[in-house]
């Protein structure tokens, strides 16, 4: 008898980690958190003092992937997998979070203009105790912005939502002059990393 397909839950509302998983043929299923807050009192996203940006998404994806956990329990589901994901975008030890207005994400953009920036995304896979992490890191680099530009930009309703306010995968592929890593990991989801850690599983 064959052994049955691996599939996972994935702990994340975003639509562009469910597209990417489903680029590699990973089988899932959405384990999402309750809407009381914004993704439970359990998972705090705030930036500790001092925290650096790499130490930041990997306490944030194993918290997510702890707490995901505690809900397969708790609901009685199912025990598969669980894979949660944090991506953070960065200027120098500043992490450039999403943008909670129309006026912060025209703010980010004007730092992001013209500059090289790091993109960080990490992922967890969690089983009972046993817990995999990795971290992908990427440069990108803006071109220069005008403020028109950067208006129109903000005006489409793209940058909400979405950490650094900007969309690779969306209209402002337009600005990225250069992009030194992985594509899918500046979407949310590095592809390679996330492979590996599955077929640890």
């Known amino acids: ?45 705030s930036v500790r003092p001092g925290e650096a940006p790499d ?12 707490s995901a956990w505690i809900r397969v329990e708790q609901r009685r589901l199912r025990r598969m997998s669980v894979l949660a994901a944090d991506t953070a975008v960065c200027l120098g030890s500043e992490i450039l979070g999403k943008p909670e ?51 129109r930009y903000v005006e489409s309703g793209e940058p909400m939502d979405k950490a650094g306010a900007y969309a690779i995968q969306g209209r402002a592929a337009a600005f990225i002059k250069e992009l030194r890593g992985s594509y899918s990991g500046v979407m949310g989801l590095p592809l390679y990393e996330t492979s590996q850690l599955i077929a640890r599983f």
């Not at 469910?18 to 009192?41: H, M, P, T, W, Y």
């Not at 130490?55 to 702890?66: D, G, L, N, P, T």
């Not at 912060?104 to 203009?113: G, H, I």
């Open 1 to 45: 008898m064959s052994a049955s397909p691996f599939k996972l839950y994935l702990a994340s509302r975003s639509p562009r980690r469910r597209d990417l998983l489903k680029q590699i043929g990973v089988a899932f299923e959405l384990l999402l958190f309750r809407e009381s807050g914004e993704r439970g009192a359990d998972v705090n996203e």
């Open 55 to 66: 130490e930041y998404v990997r306490r944030i994806s194993r918290q997510k992937a702890a």
């Open 101 to 151: 207005s129309t006026a912060q994400a025209a703010r980010l953009l004007t730092k992001l203009s013209g500059c090289e920036h790091r993109v960080l995304s990490a992922v967890a896979v969690q089983f009972e105790e046993h817990v995999e992490l990795a971290v992908s890191e990427s440069f990108v680099t803006f071109r220069e912005l005008s403020p028109q530009e950067i208006a």
